[in-house]
């Protein structure tokens, strides 16, 4: 019996993150005798090797009979012929890759956190490439936009829990398209279409491939969301407070309620607060004006505040004109980020 401690141990790391909890073929790794495979029909992962043919579990040690996969599985999962895991590797003929530098894979893990999580909102679950060199994500209340690949394909990634780990560990990592004509069927044609996100990567010497489906579906009319000038900018409050106050918000606020309300007292002194619980959290020292209409209260989500302040990078600009209306947030790479404040009564 071949122990799971003989398979490389980032390969079985990453397959976990792959391998549905489905009562079926896909719960496996694969050894197809020269590479180990891992898929859930929508994300794949390669390592060349010479491994024992069989089917494995990544968290146990225990080998199926490949028999009985075989009798049970193979049959409603086979495509043209080839047996199921090898019809979910990506050909890498006609795939132009380009290096994912530390700073790009840094603004790609960014991105994932301004995606939305709804699972209604599919064209929105995804980091877009711009074929303007544009790293764009949103999802419909925050949005983030940042230099990313020049002349990079225009495609909307899926960022998984298995490509955010690649992007931590790896050495070394390349991405490209996989195109696949399909045919039209109103005009009889084969439109070249983009189908996979394939990444190559290196951890040490060992070399790794990993593919996933893009997005389908028009991403939004990013451009248009984007203020095209802000009246008033000013520079953040200290992170070190925000820290204390991000802490006890979560500690005491209800779960219907993540606003925090900004209020200016005067010209130097804000004081942050949650209406709903009545709860002073602190009064901080920041010069900020009244917006274009002389408001003087302001809100926005805490968990929205957190990803802003602490989590996008190095901030240096926030900037307004109406405290009802979008917010920019300006980062010392040149990112930016366009937050639309909570609406709340005014008190």
């Avoid at 991403?219 to 969301?225: D, E, G, H, V």
């Amino acid at each position: 019996m071949l122990l799971q401690n003989d398979f490389p141990k980032y390969f079985m790391d990453l397959a976990q993150n792959i391998v549905t909890k489905k009562a079926n073929i896909f719960r496996f790794v694969c050894s197809t005798g020269d590479k180990l495979v891992a898929t859930n029909m929508d994300e794949t992962l390669v390592q060349c090797g010479n491994y024992k043919e069989g089917f494995y579990s990544p968290k146990e040690s225990a080998v199926l009979q490949k028999l009985y996969i075989e009798d049970e599985f193979k049959n409603a999962y086979e495509e043209k012929g080839k047996e199921p895991f090898e019809s979910c590797i990506v050909d890498q003929k006609d795939v132009f890759f380009y290096e994912v530098n530390n700073s790009v894979r840094n603004k790609i893990k960014i991105a994932e956190l301004y995606t939305s999580k709804d699972p209604k909102r599919e064209y929105m679950q995804g980091v877009f490439f711009d074929k303007e060199g544009k790293i764009v994500a949103t999802d419909g209340r925050t949005m983030y936009i940042t230099d990313g690949i020049p002349e990079f394909p225009e495609c909307q990634i899926k960022v998984t829990k298995t490509l955010l780990k690649i992007l931590d560990i790896a050495d070394y990592v390349e991405m490209g398209i996989k195109y696949k004509n399909i045919k039209n069927y109103e005009t009889n044609q084969e439109v070249r279409t983009a189908k996979n996100i394939v990444f190559n990567f290196k951890i040490g010497t060992s070399e790794f491939t990993y593919s996933n489906q893009l997005i389908e579906g028009k991403f939004p009319r990013w451009k248009t969301a984007i203020p095209e000038k802000q009246d008033f900018h000013v520079t953040p409050f200290d992170k070190k407070i925000w820290k204390d106050i991000y802490s006890a918000s979560k500690k005491l606020q209800p779960k219907n309620d993540k606003n925090l309300c900004f209020t200016i007292e005067d010209s130097n002194h804000v004081t942050i607060t949650n209406i709903s619980n009545n709860i002073n959290y602190a009064t901080i020292e920041w010069n900020i004006e009244p917006d274009i209409n002389k408001r003087n209260v302001f809100a926005f989500n805490a968990d929205y505040l957190n990803i802003l302040l602490t989590k996008s990078g190095e901030l240096i600009d926030i900037g307004y004109t109406d405290f009802l209306r979008a917010f920019t947030f300006t980062y010392k790479n040149g990112s930016i980020a366009v937050v639309m404040p909570s609406q709340i009564k005014e008190y």
